[in-house]
């Protein structure tokens, strides 16, 4: 079964939106979060990544919330730019390994 | 920062073939390295864990004899896709990373299997 659940699915917005999207998980074990972009035909890019006892971490233009009570997570990306367009997985590390979120393709539109 | 190579991006192998796919860690030290597999449009499987100088541990459901897992040196791993048939096509992508720093992965390598 799926460890950490993504949503939505897929996100169209426009140049200089923000998209957001949102994961869950139950598993209290996890210990990091990271948070990858994919383009089509590569591997995962590490985007950044926040650990539990933090509530917000910035880099750049990606923001990640982290709600550990509510073992919730998101991702922010401001003044999102037609070259953000990719397909973004959350993940959860607990010893050693990643379970993934399924996926959210964003779409940002010029 | 670390980086992971994968190779070869691509192949293309006729049914009942092997192939064997490489991941090296360039510029650090991987005791353990993991291999996915991803189907179009969808999430990243782990399909199993190596460790240097010991047995791969695989996932529930994958079959050790098929997907053959070698890791004999702290930078790089070996999957090998043992007598290939067509379901086996997919994008296989490896990872690397420590215990006190993220993971990385390799730009993957698309199978096809005709």
């Known amino acids: 079964q799926q460890q950490v659940k993504q949503s939505p699915q897929s996100l169209i917005v426009q140049k200089g939106g923000i998209p957001i999207i949102n994961c869950a998980y139950e598993n209290t074990a996890f210990d990091y979060f990271p948070w990858y972009q994919q383009f089509p035909g590569k591997g995962p890019a590490l985007l950044i990544a926040?650990?539990?006892?933090?509530s917000e971490k910035k880099e750049g233009r990606f923001t990640i919330s982290f709600n550990k009570s509510a073992k919730q997570f998101s991702l922010h990306i401001m003044d999102s730019q037609p070259g953000d367009s990719a397909t973004y997985f959350c993940a959860a590390r607990n010893d050693y390994k990643l379970s993934f979120g399924a996926g959210t393709t964003v779409t940002v539109r010029a | 920062g670390a980086v992971v190579s994968q190779h070869p991006s691509w192949v293309i192998c006729k049914s009942g073939t092997s192939v064997k796919i490489e991941c090296r860690s360039l510029d650090f030290q991987a005791t353990t390295m993991f291999w996915y597999r991803q189907f179009p449009k969808q999430s990243l499987m782990l399909m199993a864990t190596s460790n240097e100088g010991s047995k791969a541990t695989y996932e529930q459901g994958v079959e050790k004899d098929k997907f053959l897992i070698n890791h004999a040196s702290l930078t790089l791993s070996t999957l090998t896709v043992t007598s290939a048939h067509p379901e086996d096509s997919s994008f296989y992508i490896c990872s690397a990373g420590g215990l006190n720093s993220p993971l990385h992965f390799g730009n993957g390598t698309r199978l096809t299997v005709t």
């Open positions: 926040i650990r539990p006892d933090v």
